[in-house]
């Protein structure tokens, strides 16, 4: 089984900074894709950041130049450093992974989420 443990949410004025952090552990062999996604109230899950196996990043527009996604491929854990943050970043901030995971004699390309951390920017 693969888990994802995702913690760093809180509250935080408009300005402010959060750094997310997501560990993932279990049997896998290689991690493809990190992504950390977000849902509002009454709204869908945007795709927020991703970055692939060999580093190349992407960036929902809205959080261009604010965010960043980083990774420590030793320790699978991806980190997601979100800056100026605005009222509107308001969201439960969900870890996700493509990982190819051992499967009877393959090793198969697995989606995994994470329980999702409330971040809220308030004054």
């Known amino acids: 089984q693969v888990q994802l443990v995702e913690s760093g949410g809180g509250l935080v004025q408009p300005g402010g900074s959060l750094r997310l952090s997501c560990a993932a552990s279990?049997?896998?062999?290689?991690?493809?894709?990190m992504a950390w996604y977000r849902q509002a109230p009454g709204k869908q899950r945007e795709l927020v950041a991703k970055?692939?196996?060999?580093?190349?990043?992407n960036y929902a527009d809205s959080v261009k130049d604010r965010f960043t996604i980083s990774k420590d491929n030793v320790k699978n854990t991806v980190y997601l450093q979100l800056n100026s943050l605005k009222p509107e970043d308001t969201a439960v901030y969900y870890c996700?992974?493509?990982?190819?995971?051992?499967?009877?004699?393959?090793?198969?390309?697995?989606?995994?989420w994470g329980q999702g951390t409330q971040v809220t920017v308030s004054s």
């Open positions: 996700n992974i493509l990982a190819f995971v051992p499967e009877r004699l393959v090793h198969a390309l697995r989606e995994y």
């Open positions: 279990g049997n896998i062999f290689n991690i493809n894709v």
């Open positions: 970055i692939t196996t060999n580093g190349p990043t």
